[in-house]
């Protein structure tokens, strides 16, 4: 079946510093593939996505690249703000399963000041 | 623009008991989709509806249920409550389904705590 695996956190950065939060997957065919972000007490926010091989999704400063040769979607940003603390999470859908979507475990970033 | 709206909130309930709860999707969007959030389990998909038919079930007993209205709400039953069916439960509605340029938007949630 499908799977995502990331990183597991928390990861703890200071203000200005470069984020990647890696993301490998498993999936049959060609999945769509997307990153969403949790705010403490809030549900997810679709942060990007990239739908076929070497697309780049891109939103905020952040960015992801659909790698099929290492099946990957690392998610990067190149100066990260306090206001990025939150939960980060790598999913997968398969094209032919609706709007199911596998979710990878979810990193905590925490950025200080 | 409303987004997804999900009540209640919060419930806590007794092992046993059954829940219901429910999901109002944004406004002209006819899929919704149920998901369990735990720290153990991480984000599982539970199933989702589409034009009032179950489209997809995720890998949950029979246990769990749903269903939509013709005005594209859904809610979500629980029977028999366990201790390990505490979770966040999540919501999310998209205008149509298996199109990944018709995203999903997500509710903040029913925290369901069952004692």
């Known amino acids: 079946g499908n799977s995502v695996t990331q990183m597991e956190g928390p990861v703890t950065l200071s203000e200005e510093a470069f984020l990647t939060i890696n993301c490998t997957y498993t999936a049959t065919g060609y999945p769509s593939l997307f990153w969403y972000v949790q705010y403490p007490g809030e549900g997810l926010q679709l942060l990007l996505k990239a739908t076929k091989a070497d697309d780049k999704g891109s939103n905020k400063g952040f960015e992801a690249t659909y790698r099929k040769e290492t099946t990957s979607f690392h998610l990067e940003k190149g100066s990260v703000q306090v206001s990025d603390s939150a939960v980060y999470f790598c999913?997968?859908?398969?094209?032919?399963?609706?709007?199911?979507?596998?979710f990878g475990g979810g990193t905590r970033l925490m950025v200080k000041p | 623009k409303a987004g997804v709206t999900q009540t209640p909130r919060y419930l806590i309930k007794t092992r046993g008991q059954q829940v219901t709860l429910s999901c109002s999707p944004i406004s002209g969007h006819r899929s919704v989709s149920w998901y369990q959030q735990t720290p153990g389990q991480g984000l599982q998909f539970l199933f989702e509806?589409?034009?009032?038919?179950?489209?997809n079930k995720g890998n949950f007993p029979g246990r769990f249920s749903g269903r939509q209205f013709s005005n594209s709400r859904s809610e979500m039953n629980v029977s028999t409550l366990e201790l390990g069916d505490s979770a966040l439960y999540l919501c999310a509605s998209s205008q149509t389904t298996g199109n990944a340029n018709s995203p999903l938007h997500f509710g903040n949630g029913t925290r369901l705590t069952v004692t």
């Open positions: 999913a997968l859908s398969d094209n032919n399963a609706g709007n199911m979507l596998t």
């Open positions: 509806y589409f034009s009032e038919t179950q489209r």
